[in-house]
């Protein structure tokens, strides 16, 4: 089958480094003709190649360094870490790559436009490009979704309006300069995309592999969407058409062996992200960004204490790899597809925040008890609370345990008030003999201002209307061996 890329005779948009995507590879590249055409075109931008998602965990409690591993291994990250106000200079001192989010993301908004521009053109069925403007709706909210919630503050009802947030490009255009629409513009684009994409793939009445998002995924980002707004009537009405739609099944940990992420789970609404980027194989797979066959970072111990006891996700979730737990969300044990997954817990988890957040107590406790009753070797054991703030915080707990490594916990922190906290990270100095020197102790407060990632200053040096984020130094407790 040849391989479908897109040709756009537009010259580089300032908004994203296209040069590979204009780049003629091979004499297999075709402009896209069909509705297929089209189809493959985002399949292989948006659905295989996006894996942004999982560098944000290394700003989170889920994540914690392995002392023992030499200091120079464990710097290429160290900006990310310690949340550096330059995240683009590593604790080398040379360039890092961590903040490529902005390019790979509006690269995915390009593309999505481009589709729409060109659809209808496209030789096909009506139901073809129907479901083929569904995915391009959706991946661009979805893009969006990821750049308003790395790039700019948390929604906040009342600044939503003023507040900045990304630029908004909806073509294929060339401008010179732009400028940040605000966080509630971008906020108002991703609900409206997201609603489109429903209809469109309604419409078409078509079903596709998981590798493609449908109408359900739509609607379970939908809520998500809702949940970050603290809209909660929106929220639960969306993750009540999840529920409904799909049977609200949920696999039984107790019933179900080998992986958890494969094509007979029918909690599996959508996935994305190739695991390929694994480094090794078998037990010693690791993605890079956890270290080479030297697990620099993994699995933090606030993290693995935070099961519940016999939950069956402990194991399922984490796996040891010389002498360090690392996420198994990236290793062959828990998935057979995508890195990153679309399911009805989530469903279920942003209902019960928003009916608890109602104080709709008994509505929130019966979806989280539903959710847990299928992770959890003996509900009998397993106390959760019936009201208040306990049950309010044991949901937000359960959000962590059953979405972990999956780019949500970054977020969560970012966005909750009732239980905001304090992150300590540990940076143990290691020579190259293995002899440990010192350590360093960084920390981020809630409601840090490194909570908003920088934008890139290619971007900053190529636009000067563009305003940069706020951040602050951060400098270190420092204890001597």
Known sequence: MKRIYIFL???????ASCSDFLKEEDNDQVIPRTADHFLEVLHREAVIQNMTNYTTEFMTDDIEENRKTSTNEKNLYKSLYTWQRDVEVDGNGDKSTVNKYWEILYRLVLVTNYVMENIDKAIGEDNAKAFVRGEAYFVRARSYFELVNLYAKHYDAATAASEPGVPKRLGTGVEETYTRAS???????IESDLKTAIQEFEKSGLKKSLWHPNAAAAKLLLSRVYL???????????????????????????????????????????????????????????????????VTYGVSSDMQAAFLKGDLRADLYVKTVMGMGIPAKWLGSFTDLGGFNFRVSEAYLNRAEAYAAKD???????????LVENRVKDMSVISIPSKGVDLKRFIFNERRRELCYEGHRWYDLKRTKLFAKQIDHKFTLVNSTGGITGTEIYMLS????????????????RNGAMEQNGRVDKLPIKEDY
């Open 446 to 461: 809630p409601n840090d201002p490194n909570y908003v990632y920088p934008i890139p200053q290619g971007e900053m040096d």
């Open 9 to 15: 005779l537009l010259g580089l948009l300032p908004v």
């Open 360 to 370: 709709m107590d008994a509505e929130a406790y019966a979806d989280v008890k539903k």
């Open 183 to 189: 966080v509630g513009e971008i906020y108002n684009l």
């Open 228 to 294: 970050y707004k603290s809209d909660w009537d929106n929220c639960i009405e969306y993750a009540t058409r999840v529920i409904n739609t799909t049977g609200g099944m949920l696999w039984n940990l107790k019933e179900h062996q080998g992986t958890f992420v494969n094509t007979t789970n029918p909690e599996i609404l959508h996935v994305y992200g190739e695991t390929s980027s694994l480094v090794g194989s078998g037990d010693l797979a690791t993605p890079h960004i956890y270290g080479s066959m030297n």
